[in-house]
């Protein structure tokens, strides 16, 4: 039998222990996100825009290879459909708003 075969049989054996530190756990709010890219990564800056303020703060920037990318696009939208099958429809609020298309540009 090929490892390959051995592997999708025992799914356990590539387990990752993570370790969730307190200042992480306490998480940071966001209202906003800003997505770039270059050829080889994706940049994603959460800012929090405050009522009456002209200016916001990036709160946190994560940067991801195009392939993770990806997979939080599938996990985020798995998750979603998961939510609003328990809880209902999620109403997004100002349909006919268009997010910034471009941001900052992330060169590596």
């Known amino acids: 039998m090929d490892n390959k075969k051995k592997d999708a049989q025992n799914p356990q054996q590539h387990q990752i222990n993570i370790e969730l530190g307190e200042k992480e756990a306490e998480g940071i709010y966001?209202?906003?996100?800003?997505i770039a890219h270059?050829?080889?990564?994706?940049?994603?800056?959460?800012?929090?825009?405050?009522p009456g303020m002209p200016k916001a703060?990036?709160?946190s920037r994560i940067?991801?290879?195009p392939e993770h990318a990806k997979r939080l696009m599938m996990a985020l939208i798995d998750n979603?459909?998961?939510?609003?099958?328990?809880?209902?429809?999620?109403?997004l609020h100002g349909q006919n708003y268009i997010p910034p298309i471009m941001g900052p540009v992330a060169e590596a």
Do not use: C, H, P, W
Request: hydrophobic share 45%; glycine share 2%; proline share 0%.
């Open 38 to 50: 270059s050829s080889s990564e994706f940049v994603v800056d959460f800012i929090r825009v405050m």
């Open 30 to 34: 966001s209202n906003l996100a800003i």
């Open 57 to 59: 703060k990036v709160q």
């Open 80 to 91: 979603v459909k998961k939510y609003e099958a328990q809880f209902g429809e999620i109403n």
């Open 63 to 65: 940067v991801l290879t």
